[in-house]
């Protein structure tokens, strides 16, 4: 179709999808008008923007059904979204398409302590599943650092990880069943109650599929008793490698923490004009660790992990001596990417994995980029598993920061696979990381992705566009089989 044809076309096709919804029974609500589908044009990857066509808010399962079912019917996207706190774009929407959002669908349906599992809605806040089933004795362990306010729906779609991963591991080990809604409008049950189902792993399939293979309507989260203690320490260094090479220490001695987390100068230095911590003076880096489990093995890992720090150079290191203490520490990390806002109003987070043995030289190789750019970049992130989190920082009112803010951080993500890691831990691929989705996998591996991606949605509706790159676009950006080299991503035109 033509472009003047597409634009006579466009807004027939608006109309009947509107008539459509708006059909749908019992009644939706069906946002149509420019001022109520503006706060929906990004998710947070703030890079890019795009007003839907339309926007739904639905109050159950069966209202999804229909709006998958009509917007099948009539040939338009649907992008599926929760909260909107994801960072790589997997929930921009598309102004040829529907945005479904699904922050009306927040009750949570049953718990049963015995089992110990939660079922919900996706629209159930992260944080708000820990506080209902506190009185069992009993927590949700994935928690991100937007828990209070991201939505379970969105941390299954993305894998979400957390501070406490290490030990607990991500969304995908913490899920028993998912039910999601194809292209069809079909109800696909993923996952079991059981220890094990036959047939494919779709629950793992679902998990992490950023809304290309399904929307999902409910989520069945497997729940972990509360340690009978909990101990939480912060250890500062005089040098980022120092404390890099003792994450390593740490791990080579057995002991799982369930945090074990860091951030360098820049970042101490932010948190502390943003929330006055009282952080040590002078310090290049801090680990936050923390161990918890059995009165017994609390104590003894503590006390190991202790003498591993000062084996390795920490120059101080505090014990939490109450649980008013422990909190402060961890909102001094949950609420570090605001406090680098007192930087610079404007800054790109990268989200990449690579082997812990690697840190202390892939930190250094990011400090040499960053004088390369003439950039600043702060490091905090979830060092315990290599999941890194630099930060670089930009003016978005001088030309071409961003863009160059963005090549930078498609460097970063490049060295993550150099080294045998991955170009994401937990924020997903969306439209941020398609590029590097080249890097990373070969021609034969992106095409069993398509083809996995046909099977549940011929049509290609759902979600289109995100996650997986198509083989000529990959092509076109010289990367389709670059595994181990550097894209050029100097004339690579933005999306």
């Known amino acids: ?54 926007a739904v808010l639905p109050d159950s399962e069966d209202q999804v059904r229909a709006v998958v079912k009509a917007c099948r019917a009539l040939g338009v996207p649907v992008v599926s979204r929760g909260a909107g ?23 949570i349906v049953a718990v049963d302590a015995l089992a110990r599992s939660a079922t919900v809605e996706p629209g159930v806040r992260n944080l708000q599943v820990s506080e209902t089933v506190a009185c069992h004795g009993l927590f949700y362990a994935p928690d991100p650092s937007s828990q209070s ?40 049950d993923a996952g079991s109650l059981a220890l094990d189902a036959p047939g494919y792993d779709l629950l793992a399939l679902l998990t992490g599929s950023e809304g290309n293979l399904g929307v999902i309507t409910r989520v069945t989260l497997r729940l972990v008793p509360l340690p009978e203690r909990t101990e939480t320490m912060l250890a500062a260094f005089p040098s980022v490698r120092q404390a890099a090479e003792a994450v390593g220490e740490i791990i080579a ?20 004009r943003f929330m006055a911590m009282g952080f040590p003076v002078g310090a290049e880096a801090l680990l936050l660790a923390e161990v918890d489990g059995s009165e017994e093995d609390a104590r003894e890992s503590l006390e190991s992990v202790r003498a591993i720090l000062d084996r390795c150079g920490a120059t101080e290191v505090r014990v939490a001596a109450s649980d008013i203490e422990r909190d402060r520490l ?8 605001t406090a680098l806002a007192t930087i610079l109003p404007d800054y790109y987070t990268i989200d990449g994995t690579i082997p812990r043995r690697c840190l202390p030289d892939v930190l250094e190789r990011i ?34 920061e961003l863009e160059r ?50 099977a549940f949605d011929p049509d290609g509706i759902l979600n289109p566009g995100k996650a997986v790159p198509t083989l000529k676009r990959c092509a076109e950006w010289g990367g389709t089989h670059m595994r181990a080299g550097r894209m050029p991503h100097a004339d690579i035109p933005r999306f």
């Not at 961890?330 to 990417?337: E, I, P, T």
């Open 1 to 54: 179709m033509n472009a003047h044809a597409l634009e006579v076309a466009q807004p027939d096709l608006r109309a009947r999808m509107l008539g459509a919804l708006r059909g749908i029974r019992p009644p939706l609500l069906v946002i149509d008008d420019d001022e109520g589908l503006k706060p929906f044009e990004t998710d947070a990857f703030i890079a890019h923007r795009e007003t839907p066509m339309l």
């Open 85 to 107: 706190t994801g960072i790589s774009g997997g929930a921009i929407p598309r102004n040829d398409g529907v945005l479904l959002v699904l922050s009306k669908m927040k009750r």
């Open 149 to 188: 306010i991201c939505s379970i729906g969105g941390n299954v779609a993305e894998n979400s990880g957390g501070v406490h991963c290490l030990k607990y591991g991500l969304t995908t080990h913490n899920l028993l069943a998912v039910r999601a809604i194809d292209a069809d409008g079909d109800v696909v």
């Open 253 to 272: 001695a057995g002991i799982i923490p369930a945090a074990l987390e860091m951030m360098d100068r820049i970042v101490i230095e932010a948190c502390e």
């Open 330 to 337: 961890w909102k001094s990390r949950k609420g570090a990417f």
């Open 367 to 400: 400090t040499a980029l960053a004088a390369e750019y003439g950039m600043t970049v702060g490091n905090v992130f979830h060092a315990g598993d290599g999941n890194i989190h630099p930060c670089i920082f930009y003016d978005a009112n001088k030309p071409g």
């Open 405 to 454: 803010s963005e090549e930078f951080g498609g460097r970063i993500l490049e060295i993550c696979v150099e080294v045998g890691g991955t170009i994401t831990g937990e924020h997903g691929v969306g439209i941020e990381k398609l590029r590097q989705m080249c890097v990373q996998f070969r021609a034969p591996e992106l095409a069993a992705f398509h083809a996995v991606k046909a």
